[in-house]
């Protein structure tokens, strides 16, 4: 496996001449391997929004080390990472900097002198892997949210990054933008195996993640497989988060003594496991 | 009445002055502007009227649509057509009431001026009906491009001019919201004295700055992650074509220069 | 206060080249003291019908009739300020009309236009603050000072201070997060089922309209085009799949545990305690019977 992105101890503060200032992010470790999707859930102010700073070198840790193919972020090395990071953020109008799609998509491309040709190309598979080829010349204000944030992604992945970053890229949206742009993330994996690191307060987002870092507080709270993470039940809830669906499906059946025999992720589990338990003894 | 206004507005279409680059049709709308104040005469004036309305058919432009949309400027055209009917007293008075006299000099320097003023109108408005904002900004900035030598931030002047024209509608919108929203709590922008509704801007006033300025810091973090580092090193995806229509247009403008000279007085 | 939309039609632009219909014969009776849901996507009109409720934009064609007072097309309407006070709009994202130097002062804002002196009015944000879950400490901070979710109570505080009669809610808890958006709604409800507030939910979550409306109109390209309680509503979920959208999570649960027992619930649930317990009733005569 190759490491992508890895966090070693890392601490930051905005306020660090006051020495006990809570600390924004306080000594985090975690990484992330080729292929994965990661998410990171915690509630408003859990330092989620710090930690996606210091991955794309708006900020470097006071502590620790962020590293990134295995090199330490630099000032130095900023703008290579950068390059090989694509990132969308939560907001789908102040990040769409092109008069048009197609302007916008190639803006990337543009800073880091891809040659004329090659970007053409890339613009109009780009275009295509998110379903948007057909709006090459709309003007923003002429896309839904969920449009504009499927343009939002051909831009990064047109630079052919080996890190996508969702930055609560979903929060802003109505359902069905947020059904877009998961599956268009998803369908993108399929295809290419890209490597994903979500933000987000969404557990249904978070249960597509192969593992969840669930940060409290600028601490890690817990890491592990979405199965793990839920496990945690209540205690989510008391930091501010949901369970999903079918978990608080469960605790209420189990609550109304309804026979189960665990608890369950999705709801094809819960369903099978009402008919086992109930029926077929 | 903001919605019948035409003047600074883009119609996509594919008409041959539609497809010309914008450089030349900027170049050829400059040089324009200039080569009208040749004209001097009644042959002149005819011939620039002419010509503009060639261009006219030559984008497809509905003439109506031209001047239905222009109505504004056309009052100031008439109002300037009748000031000199009334202070020009040269020549042979053609008919007088009262103490009214209408002088020949008058009407022809009313009716010059009158063309004069419309071509111009007309040109600049053919010029951004249409071409894109876009490329208008991209037509500019290459045209410009010679003064980078004198450290003229032409790259960054261009960028500035795009972004904000990307953000004229959302902000547009905001405006709306944020009215309506402050209306809802009472507050009233079309009533009473000057000093209360000044102070009514406030609620408006405030929120819209805040945002475009949270806007703006979301967009330059945006632009900083996404590689921008300034003008350098940079390559262009919109690329501007230079064609034979270009290379004629220019053509034309020299001829028709040739043309005005010849012809004066 | 009763509100009542009779053959509305809006166009934006009207009479001009650019002229675009959003509305097309609306009737929307909303009666007093009740919720009412307007679900819709985006571009559904909406957001344009919401305007009418207290007379921001003014019918094409048609009546909009609110309380005694009628706003018709082609007729001049005076002194909307009685309707505005009457009829309180929670905008999207009501966070970003904020604008005074302190908490208090904003909250007082929307009263003191309304003519209520400034004793009354620094007195309704005293009690308000509280409701909307802020410490009083708050209201003499800056509103810019304050976080996302802070600034979104606040104003919304602004908007009760105004003290309505029906309060209309645009999407109030967009952006949120889950905690958030579950206090809010349940704040709503709570104000609507004590102190009688009509309420009007302006929404694309099935979820909260299932949960609190009393009433559903759907919204589709500028047309009401069903109207009934959320159990009549939900009763048919392909004409739902008609106008794109979906039964709530909950009843598409249901429907999946019904194809399982093989046999229909009593009725539709609408809240997931429902549906807990109406399975667990189910289970247990099923259990009975054999």
């Not at chain 1, 490597?195 to 507080?217: C, G, K, Q």
């Not at chain 1, 709270?221 to 496990?231: Q, V």
């Not at chain 3, 966070?95 to 908490?103: D, I, R, S, W, Y």
Request: hydrophobic share 45%; glycine share 6%.
């Amino acid at each position: 496996m190759t490491e992508i992105l890895s966090f070693n101890n890392v601490s930051y503060s905005y306020s660090p001449e006051i020495p006990d200032a809570r600390k924004a992010v306080q000594n985090v470790s975690f990484s992330i391997q080729k292929g994965e999707w990661i998410a990171i859930v915690g509630h408003n102010g859990s330092g989620k929004s710090t930690m996606v700073k210091m991955v794309s070198g708006l900020l470097f840790p006071q502590e620790g080390e962020v590293r990134f193919m295995k090199d330490v972020l630099t000032e130095e090395n900023l703008w290579k990472t950068r390059s090989n990071i694509g990132m969308v953020f939560q907001n789908p109008d102040n990040q769409f900097v092109g008069a048009t799609v197609q302007d916008d998509v190639a803006f990337a491309l543009e800073n880091n002198g891809v040659p004329f040709e090659d970007m053409v190309k890339r613009v109009h598979t780009s275009l295509e892997q998110v379903k948007m080829d057909k709006f090459l010349n709309h003007e923003p204000h002429h896309l839904s949210g969920g449009q504009k944030q499927r343009v939002a992604i051909a831009g990064a992945i047109a630079m052919r990054p080996k890190l996508l970053i969702l930055d609560e890229a979903t929060s802003m949206l109505d359902p069905q933008g947020r059904d877009e742009v998961l599956k268009t993330v998803r369908a993108l994996r399929e295809e290419t195996g890209l490597t994903v690191l979500s933000i987000t307060h969404d557990v249904e987002e978070a249960l597509y993640a192969d593992r969840i870092l669930f940060m409290n507080d600028g601490k890690k709270y817990a890491e592990g497989t979405p199965t793990e993470i839920f496990a945690l039940g209540d205690k989510l809830v008391e930091f501010g988060l949901e369970l999903p669906f079918a978990m608080r499906m469960t605790k209420l059946f189990q609550s109304k003594g309804v026979q189960l025999a665990g608890e369950h992720m999705t709801e094809e589990e819960l369903v099978n496991d009402l008919w086992t338990s109930n029926f077929n003894k | 009445m903001m919605e019948k206004m035409i003047f600074g507005r883009y119609i996509p279409g594919d008409s041959f002055v539609h497809r010309l680059d914008p450089r030349s049709k900027l170049i050829f709308v400059f040089a324009f502007i200039v080569i009208v104040f040749l004209a001097n005469n009644a042959v002149t004036y005819a011939f620039i009227l002419a010509f503009t309305l060639f261009v006219i058919f030559m984008s497809k432009i509905r003439l109506y649509f031209l001047i239905n949309g222009l109505k504004p400027v056309i009052i100031l055209l008439v109002f300037t057509f009748l000031i000199h009917i009334l202070f020009t007293r040269e020549g042979d008075i053609l008919f007088e009431l009262g103490f009214f006299k209408v002088y020949e000099e008058g009407l022809r320097q009313g009716i010059f001026i009158s063309i004069r003023f419309l071509v111009l109108v007309f040109m600049t408005s053919i010029l951004t009906l249409t071409t894109s904002p876009i490329s208008i900004t991209d037509g500019i900035e290459v045209l410009l491009n010679p003064l980078k030598k004198l450290k003229m931030p032409v790259h960054e002047l261009a960028l500035m001019m795009s972004i904000a024209l990307r953000f004229i509608p959302t902000l547009m919108d905001e405006t709306d919201k944020i009215m309506k929203a402050q209306m809802a709590r009472g507050s009233d922008l079309s009533a009473g004295p000057l000093k209360d509704r000044l102070k009514a801007v406030v609620p408006l006033l405030v929120p819209l700055f805040v945002s475009a300025f949270k806007r703006a810091e979301d967009l330059a973090t945006a632009m900083e992650v996404r590689g921008y580092r300034g003008g350098e090193g940079r390559t262009r995806y919109r690329q501007l074509k230079w064609d034979w229509r270009d290379s004629s247009s220019i053509i034309v403008l020299v001829v028709m220069t040739a043309v005005l000279i010849f012809f004066r007085s | 206060m009763d509100i009542k939309l009779q053959q509305v039609s809006y166009a934006y632009s009207m009479g001009t080249p650019f002229e675009k219909f959003a509305l097309f014969d609306v009737d929307l009776t909303i009666p007093s003291k009740t919720y009412q849901a307007i679900i819709g996507h985006t571009g559904s009109g909406k957001s344009t019908i919401l305007q009418h409720f207290n007379g921001l934009l003014k019918p094409s064609k048609g009546q909009v009739h609110i309380g005694e007072r009628v706003i018709e097309a082609g007729k001049k309407a005076k002194e909307l300020k009685p309707i505005r006070q009457k009829v309180g709009i929670v905008f999207q994202f009501p966070e970003h009309q904020l604008f005074e130097e302190t908490v208090l002062k904003d909250i007082m804002f929307g009263p003191m236009n309304f003519g209520v002196s400034e004793q009354e009015a620094e007195q309704r944000a005293r009690e308000l603050i509280k409701l909307v879950g802020l410490p009083e400490g708050v209201l003499n901070k800056s509103p810019f000072d304050l976080s996302g979710g802070q600034m979104r109570r606040v104003a919304i505080a602004g908007v009760l201070a105004m003290d309505p009669e029906v309060i209309v809610l645009d999407e109030p808890t967009a952006g949120l997060d889950p905690r958030g958006q579950r206090e809010i709604m349940d704040m709503f409800y709570q104000l609507h089922k004590e102190r009688g507030l009509t309420t009007i939910l302006v929404t694309h979550s099935m979820e909260d309209a299932a949960r609190y409306a009393d009433n559903i109109a759907i919204m589709h390209e500028g047309h009401c085009v069903l109207s009934g309680t959320p159990r009549e509503i939900f009763a048919d979920g392909k004409t739902l799949e008609n106008y794109r959208l979906e039964l709530p999570h909950i009843v598409r649960f249901q429907q999946k545990i019904e194809a399982m027992l093989n046999q229909k619930l009593s009725k539709i649930c609408l809240t997931e305690e429902e549906l807990a317990e109406e399975v667990a009733r189910a289970l247990r005569e099923g259990r009975d019977v054999q």
